[in-house]
């Protein structure tokens, strides 16, 4: 299929506003590989992917898309994207091996030089500072569920914006704490792989803590930048008119959603939420002053959207096939499917609930600054005959969703930015490299890179700023 046959979208044409950040996304462990060289430490997901039946195929990020040698190349294909930003994370275990003390000069060195490719093709850095590669050691003394690990992150925090935010103008604390606190300590589909439903309770605090107390540090030392934070949000639905229902709805919102917004935007868990865990856990690892810390004044909320939850009360202990719940959020509960058409991760299509999330945020907690940091699809894709990587079901996805966003932003929702998930296939964690988000088609075996019909799509989008 040629770009020109691309004839399944809406002629109808959208603008976005001038100015719009257009992006693609990337995580450090999903892509860098060079795990062991130039000082870089272990991580947690170097130990959980080398743990036997963990991941998918047995795979492991040793190699990945070895962007640490080949950062100048993807920068050349995020210029071709006519991307103005570039999100990606930061390896801690790169950057402080073992998660306290100096920095790793060489780690730093990377980010420099790749900070410095970016901005010499007039992409600007866009900078999570934890996208879940947590230093072995941390975990080893505990991990999230310690508190200490909060003020670790804030130290680590601190320590690299002072090396970096010459170049850097955005910081995001952490890329969905949500899954990093239960699918890493609940459901333990994810590093560091453990089942304990209260560990995984106050991990989720202290990746918030840790969110807050980075943002005092980096503020403290030059308070020019702006910052914030990622959260993965999904619209939740009762699937039928029963108070079970409804109640079942309102438990996985608070779960997945409240949790996360209340402390950080409104300075306080939702109560219905405490009472809720209060099964699993006590409120021990709740100190005096937390949320106060936690609630720091933020300059932006990246929001990661991909689907919608439809939810029923169910008669015993069970999970969504992909693992998007975990326990304790997911106990009777059962997660319906509307029988929409889905991606490669069994994921329904559903690009109004991109607009219910950010309307949500927009109604919920007050007109702020919103980007999609996170939006994408996986396909089966496959290199054709003619060399070229046909992904149309992805242009319409994207696409679909780019209009949505459109007529948030015309809504009043103040949308400033889009950054579509992934710039590469890369390791798609417990899925390995069998699940491909990519703009970009990485052919593992050669670490050849081709660009996908979505990427030639995408650059006309960003070059018109508009559809
Ligand atoms: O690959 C992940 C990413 O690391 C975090 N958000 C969801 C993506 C797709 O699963």
Request: charged share 20%.
């Amino acid at each position: 299929m040629t770009d020109t046959e691309i004839t399944h979208l809406s002629a109808e044409p959208v603008a976005f506003p001038a100015g719009f950040v257009w992006g693609a996304a990337s995580a450090s462990y999903q892509i860098e590989g060079a795990t062991t060289e130039d000082g870089r430490g272990p991580s947690v997901w170097d130990t959980f992917a080398h743990t036997p039946g963990a991941i998918l195929g047995g795979d492991t990020g040793d190699v990945a898309c070895d962007h640490y040698h080949r950062y100048r190349e993807d920068v050349g294909l995020l210029a071709d994207l006519g991307a103005t930003h570039y999100r990606f994370s930061l390896a801690w275990p790169r950057l402080q091996p073992g998660g306290r003390g100096p920095l790793n000069e060489a780690g730093v060195g990377f980010y420099d030089r790749l900070i410095d490719e970016l901005l010499a093709r007039d992409v600007r850095p866009w900078v999570t500072l934890y996208h879940w590669d947590l230093p072995q050691e941390l975990e080893d003394a505990g991990g999230w569920p310690e508190r200490d690990t909060a003020h670790r992150f804030a130290d680590y925090a601190a320590a690299v914006y002072a090396r970096l935010a010459d170049r850097v103008e955005n910081w995001t604390t952490l890329n969905e704490p949500w899954c990093a606190a239960y699918l890493g300590y609940a459901s333990g589909v994810h590093a560091p792989g453990r089942r304990e439903p209260a560990a995984s309770v106050s991990a989720a605090h202290h990746l918030m803590l840790g969110h807050g107390l980075a943002i005092q540090a980096m503020r403290a030392h030059d308070a020019s930048r702006s910052f914030g934070v990622t959260v993965n949000l999904y619209p939740v639905d009762p699937a039928g008119d029963s108070d079970a229902g409804r109640d079942a709805a309102r438990r996985i919102d608070a779960l997945m959603n409240r949790q996360f917004l209340d402390p950080m935007l409104r300075g306080a868990y939702p109560a219905d939420l405490l009472r809720d865990l209060a099964e699993v856990t006590g409120s021990g690892h709740i100190l005096e002053g937390d949320t106060q810390v936690i609630a720091q004044p933020l300059d932006f909320l990246g929001v990661n959207y991909y689907s919608r939850h439809v939810v029923r009360a169910g008669d015993g202990p069970r999970q969504a096939p992909d693992a998007a719940s975990a326990w304790p959020a997911s106990n009777d509960v059962e997660f319906v499917s509307r029988g929409l058409p889905a991606t490669e991760m069994g994921w329904e299509i559903d690009p109004q609930g991109l607009y219910d999330v950010l309307s949500r945020v927009h109604r919920e907690y007050g007109p702020m600054p919103l980007y999609v940091t996170e939006n994408g699809a996986a396909f089966a894709d496959e290199i054709g005959p003619d060399g070229e990587i046909a992904d149309p079901a992805r242009v319409a996805y994207l696409d679909s969703h780019f209009r949505v966003a459109a007529r948030a932003i015309q809504d009043g929702i103040d949308l400033r930015g889009y950054f579509v998930w992934a710039l590469t296939d890369n390791f798609e964690w417990a899925w390995g490299y069998s699940r491909r988000f990519g703009l970009v088609y990485l052919d593992y075996a050669t670490q050849r890179r081709i660009p996908k019909q979505s990427a030639r799509w995408l650059a006309q989008v960003t070059r018109r700023n508009g559809l």
